[in-house]
């Protein structure tokens, strides 16, 4: 374990802000510590271009902007990290933000806020002409919003113990004050109308999209809306009859594809240029309108192991025959939220989809128990007969029941076939 995660993680709950013996000195020490502690790669706190954080000031419970002047503001500081603030003042605006800058001026975009900022960013980069390049810019996260999936796994790549709240903040604001970076896994992820978005985290059918869904009327108290949403929705347990395909992963597979750039080792987003002062603030007040992605031209890599939906799925693909299904849920991450580790030996530059899926059948008590165990990640070792996890490399789901919810990265999209492909290590995260 790191200096970083002895100092943090220790077993204390205690807010390690306000304890006495939290100070300048010691965090200036324990920076020092984690970047020597990469195999002496690096001595000292790293510096940079100009971080851009983008904070959504009305995700999670409303306190993203308190986060960012409280530890974060603090922690950027004292580690000598020059950044530019900018928050976000509408649906779709980080999307029309990166789309439009000039990334030359930054060494890494980090979000502050919950999943959905990323989600947006990332399909932001992808619109550009210079996608390729764009892409390639790393991405930092610190939790922010409810759920917190990717912060939560992020923590988790440092095998250190869980942790929540302010805990896992200021876990993820020593991962980002590090500045390693290591290639993350993109999902292209076609939806019926022939629209193309891409995903870091997740697809989600049944049980999962309806609660990530349904707990929104809950948002004012931040993590806690799921597990409300959760108990709503076993009250009325529903089933959704559905056809599932997908493409079982190999250890030939997991290479690099024709389509896909090297592996990137773990590098740090620092450069030797200049110096400027620590903390720029930027309140945009551009208001573009909500982007569909209808009108832009489509970007990115081939997705070379599906065909056109409406077609059948290739030969070599496992075909589940139609059936009621309770979830279906493919995920690149460990975490699902702070407290839903759903695939703990999944890593950001895997190269596979976790496909999990629940067939009708299961009782709401053994359903209750699976999603339990998942806080410590042993839903797997239920034996529960009605619980299927396999590792993929592309998937199509091809939904009967309707009405319903799909989610992408926790984002509702439109109703219908849909079907996914990974494309390993397109993109960079900062990760310790």
């Known amino acids: 374990m790191s200096s970083m995660n002895v100092f943090l993680l220790s077993g204390r709950k205690e807010n390690l802000l306000s304890s006495p013996t939290f100070s ?6 324990v920076s020092l510590a984690i970047c020597s502690s990469s ?3 690096y ?9 851009m954080v983008l904070v959504n000031p009305l995700s999670g419970k409303g306190q993203a902007m308190a986060l960012y002047t409280g530890p974060i503001q603090r922690m950027l500081t004292e580690a000598a990290v020059p950044h530019t603030l900018i928050t976000t003042e509408h649906q779709n605006h980080a999307r029309e933000l990166v789309r439009k800058a000039d990334l030359s001026q930054w060494s890494a975009i980090v979000i502050l806020s919950g999943d959905g900022l990323l989600f947006e960013v990332i399909n932001g980069l992808m619109e550009r002409e210079d996608w390729e390049e764009a892409i390639r810019t790393p991405l930092g996260i610190l939790p922010g919003g409810s759920g917190n999936a990717l912060a939560a796994s992020v923590h988790h790549y440092t095998q250190a113990d869980g942790v ?42 049944g049980f999962v999209a309806d609660v990530d869904i349904e707990s929104e009327k809950y948002r004012p108290v931040g993590a806690v809306r799921f597990l409300v949403g959760a108990l709503v929705r076993l009250a009325s347990l529903r089933t959704y009859q559905g056809r599932l395909a997908f493409l079982l992963a ?21 450069s030797s240029l200049p110096r400027v002062s620590n903390t720029q603030q930027h309140h945009s ?7 569909t992605g209808d009108d832009l031209k489509e970007h990115g890599p081939v ?17 589940v025959e139609e059936r009621d299904f309770v979830l279906v849920l493919a995920t690149c991450h460990s975490h699902l939220a702070e407290d839903l580790m759903v695939a703990p030996d999944a890593r950001p530059g895997d190269g596979h989809i976790h496909l999990f899926y629940v067939t009708a059948g299961v009782s709401r008590p053994a359903l209750l128990r699976l999603f339990l165990a998942m806080e410590k990640g042993a839903h797997l070792a239920c034996d529960c007969p009605h619980l299927v996890y396999r590792r993929v490399k592309a998937l199509r789901l091809d939904p009967v029941t309707r009405p319903g919810v799909i989610t992408v990265d926790g984002e509702q999209v439109e109703y219908g076939p849909v079907q996914a492909q990974v494309h390993k290590g397109y993109a960079r995260l900062i990760s310790g």
């Open 24 to 29: 300048n000195s010691h965090f200036v020490s």
């Open 39 to 41: 195999g002496g790669q």
């Open 43 to 51: 001595s000292q706190v790293c510096r940079a271009r100009r971080l």
């Open 164 to 205: 929540f709240g302010e805990d896992l903040l200021l876990s993820c604001g020593f991962v980002l004050c590090k500045g390693l970076v290591c290639p993350l896994d993109l999902l292209s992820v076609r939806l019926s109308s022939g629209h193309r978005l891409f995903s870091f985290l997740s697809l989600a059918w």
């Open 250 to 270: 190999t250890e030939e597979s997991s290479s690099v594809t024709a389509h896909s750039p090297p592996s990137l080792p773990a590098s740090s987003y620092c």
């Open 285 to 291: 007040s551009e208001r573009p309108a909500t982007i």
């Open 303 to 319: 997705d070379d192991l599906m065909t056109p939906l409406g077609a059948p799925v290739p030969t070599d693909w496992t075909v």
